[in-house]
């Protein structure tokens, strides 16, 4: 006989339940075959159950010991939720269950799949249907086929004009982070010098004398990114999503914007909303406004708004004025930012936010 697999459950007490609740929950693991759970809360519960820490200190031990499923048991105050709860929940790639406190004509509402099930609301489900994520998956593979073949043609002149104007290899790997914060290695053709970081991470521009000849053109097409598509095909990245950042950046990042770790929760994209809506960033001020577009794409990550942005960034590379920077877009660029920032809670407002691209 297969034995059942074991899960890891965290509870997260916001309010303390009635008793017949906690009994519920005792069953309920019971029948999990739970090889460890604990809960946090702000108050001391039967023995039964061993508590790790109070409400506050659930967002650090998530991301140490990530759970099978969280238990969240009544709903908090509004002044006890952080920044730092949101994300934590939403990165978490657990089941999460809200728990009503006590059994009342609400809870006879809840639908119960199971007899030994626990009456609860199913939160943070992921929207994106089984017949989006295929499309989305087949769609990825097969353009990334078609990449690397285009790259194997276009290969041999890459390499000749690379090695023509710099010394050095051809390709050039760089540690990136990915879904989940995974590290993985981003590849392209190098478009700059040697000697080009012996100072640290460094951000680029049009202007950056560190880049080569070679690199001037290949960057203006964006043909330095074609090898990108390996990274797909190895399951690293995918055709649309948020942009990966050197680990170097992405903790600056997050020193300045705790809920920049939301784009984890998606692979990161060759293309993405934020790069046709915003385009390169130079500096961190302007990675934080790009970011606001990865936000609004991660509320939306359909495989019709993947081929809306693709359609866009094709534009966007063969007719180059189609983001020309002119101060008239600069303005309308900076008024939708306005727009977006403009809330006294800006990451409950920005989970929220969807957009279509306007071109």
């Known amino acids: 006989m297969k034995k059942k697999k074991k899960t890891t459950v965290f509870l997260l007490f916001f309010k303390t339940p009635s008793k017949i609740i906690l009994e519920r929950i005792e069953e309920y693991l019971e029948s999990l075959n739970c090889s460890n759970y604990g809960y946090f809360g702000k108050e001391e519960l039967p023995e039964s159950f061993a508590r790790l820490g109070g409400t506050t200190d659930f967002h650090t031990e998530i991301l140490k010991n990530p759970p099978s499923q969280i238990l969240i048991v009544g709903s908090p105050e509004r002044n006890e939720i952080s920044q730092e709860l949101l994300v934590s929940l939403r990165l978490s790639r657990a089941t999460i269950k809200l728990v009503p406190v006590k059994f009342d ?16 609301i199913r939160l943070l489900s992921n929207h994106k249907s089984l017949i989006d994520k295929s499309l989305k998956t087949i769609f990825n593979y097969a353009i990334a086929l078609a990449g690397i073949f285009i790259t194997t043609l276009v290969f041999p002149f890459m390499a000749i004009f690379i090695k023509a104007t710099s010394k050095g290899p051809i390709f050039y790997k760089q540690k990136r982070l990915g879904l989940y914060a995974k590290p993985f290695y981003l590849y392209k053709f190098r478009t700059m010098y040697l000697s080009a970081e012996a100072r640290g991470p460094q951000l680029s521009s049009d202007s950056d004398k560190r880049i080569t000849t070679a690199g001037k053109i290949l960057r203006y097409w964006h043909m330095d990114e074609l090898p990108q598509f390996w990274n797909i095909l190895k399951g690293d990245m995918a055709l649309v999503g948020p942009r990966p950042e050197r680990p170097h950046f992405a903790e600056l990042l997050t020193n300045k914007i705790p809920y920049y770790k939301i784009i984890y929760q998606e692979k990161p994209g060759l293309t993405s909303l934020g790069m046709i809506k915003y385009g390169y960033a130079s500096s961190v001020t302007e990675m934080t406004d790009r970011l606001y577009y990865d936000i609004v794409y991660l509320n939306n990550p359909t495989f019709l708004m993947d081929l809306k942005i693709l359609a866009n960034t094709v534009r966007y590379i063969f007719l180059k ?3 020309d920077p002119s101060p008239k877009r600069k303005i309308k660029r900076e008024a939708q930012i306005k727009t977006l920032t403009n809330s006294n809670e800006p990451l409950i407002r920005w989970l929220t936010l969807k957009s279509k691209i306007n071109s």
């Open 321 to 323: 004025t189609f983001y």
């Open 105 to 120: 004509l609400f809870s006879s509402l809840i639908q119960v799949n199971k007899s030994n099930d626990l009456p609860h």
